[in-house]
């Protein structure tokens, strides 16, 4: 009464996911067992010491020394990839162009205090010779501070109309470059005077 019908179909094993994917063939996976996690973190480690150190030291070396190369070359050429960090960028490049492009007072201030050494051991230390001298040289002082303070201002101007504000500190780039002699520049100027910057 409560049994099993005859015609009933014998209950059948239960159907096992991965068979569709894999197919007929159980061994038809991924093709291999999965690495355990201690497997996989032995494989990713690198001996923080290298085994010969005389040979990881050369490599070090010529790394070093290709990358201060690159370096060297970018300083001539203006790559901008290889560039130190301090000079990288679209507007510390505009400000070298802009300094590079005129005629600044604070290249000769280096060139005048040598002069005035010079002439301090020369001639003779009176009240006269040392009025004209000093003051001729604090004259110059005074006009080349004027001079970065109208460079500063037009370089200012002509960052925000180029790039909408100037980042902080290209200002100061732009004016600590004009006080340096154009020919010990480094980026080298790669502008002529009187050549407009793009």
């Known amino acids: 009464m409560f049994g099993r019908k005859k015609d009933a179909p014998a209950d059948l094993p239960a159907a096992d996911p991965t068979d569709s994917v894999r197919g007929a063939d159980p061994q038809a996976g991924k093709g291999a067992p999965t690495p355990s996690r201690k497997a996989q973190e032995a ?14 030291k050369v490599a070090d070396k010529e790394a070093r020394r290709e990358e201060q190369a690159r370096m060297r070359r970018a300083l001539d050429t203006g790559e901008e990839r290889f560039l130190p960090l301090r000079d990288k960028g679209p507007q510390k490049r505009f400000a070298r162009d802009f300094v590079d492009s005129r005629f600044s007072l604070g290249e000769y201030v280096m060139f005048a205090a040598l002069a005035i050494v010079v002439l301090s051991l020369v001639v003779p230390p009176t009240a006269d010779t040392q009025l ?23 370089l200012k101007r002509r960052l925000t109309a180029k790039f909408g504000a100037p980042e902080p500190g290209v200002v100061w780039y732009g004016t600590m470059r004009s006080l340096q002699f154009r020919k010990l520049r480094l980026p080298k100027p790669l502008v002529k005077r009187g050549e407009t910057p793009e």
């Open 132 to 154: 004209y001298v000093f003051g001729g040289f604090w004259v110059m002082v005074v006009a080349v501070a004027i001079d970065s303070v109208f460079l500063s201002r037009r």
């Open 43 to 56: 494989a990713r480690k690198r001996p923080l010491v290298p085994n010969d150190r005389a040979a990881a």
